[in-house]
């Protein structure tokens, strides 16, 4: 059963945005996009299945100049066959174009070239051996996902490219893992590294970005790491550690500040009373008190000696 998540108002910050793309993929994404930069890789961007667009909207960031950016995605249009429509209408009853288009122009100025339609059309729009960086995102149905794993297989730079395959060990997705892994076994996809939703592949040798990949993770303190060989593949597997935070992304256009909660008000403090100082009677007044205080045979005795 899919989440239920708001839409009816713009996301402030990517954490606003529905979907599932965890800390650890922000990171990893960050990373390789990073690395292809740095090493002036030139390509352009793919994502096949965008949902709201969380991950669109973080892959749009890395968009450089001279660079395109695609996106496809089926929307609220029919699926080409039964069971690819009964996969939408159970897990994305609330996803549309206008949704995804509201939540992407909320932190970027325009638009990528957004494919309306089923993952099949990418062939056709998408120029051979164009892109740098494929996230598959997709149907979890083996035939589509085999499908799209040919279509980033081809779109890919055969030098430095890199494809991210989405919920390939799911247990509600055997599809993905089917296709994912028999891509592996027999279609010349090299693992770079695993994640606990996401595999990472390439076409090209993948030796020197895992190498500096393994670099990086262990220069931090927020991810296990552990390395394991299987089919003649090295298979490199991270894991977040609890708490870890993801990169630092700009907030949205409809950002707004928390207001700060008013400071509670400070108790008065009860005035302490002055010490009053009685006055002092007059010399005529204290006699006459004095007086009334002593017996009557003392008071005649001292009134006699005064006169």
Known sequence: MPA?????????????VPGWFPPLDQVLFDWFLNRQ???GLHGDLLEIGVYMGKSAIFLGRHQRDGEAYTVCDL???DAPDGANSAESKKSYPTLTKQ?????YLSFHDTLP???RGPSSVVPVEVAPASCRFVHVDASHLYEHVAGDITAARDALLPKGGIVVLDDFRSEHTPGVSIAAWEAVLNRGLRPVC???QKLYGTWDDPEAVQED???MVRERDDCHLSVQQAAGHRIVRVKSKKGMTPPDFPKSRHYRPPVPAPRPATPATP????????ARPSRTRARRLAADLLPPVVTRAVRKARS
């Open 37 to 39: 930069e740095g090493r």
């Open 4 to 16: 239920a998540h708001d839409i009816s108002t713009p996301p402030q910050e990517l954490g606003d």
């Open 75 to 77: 929307f609220e249009d």
């Open 194 to 196: 695993l994640s606990t």
């Open 113 to 115: 070239r957004v494919l």
């Open 271 to 278: 005035a302490t009373p002055a010490t009053v100082t009685p």
């Open 213 to 215: 990949l393994l670099a």
């Open 99 to 103: 949704a995804f288009e509201r939540n």
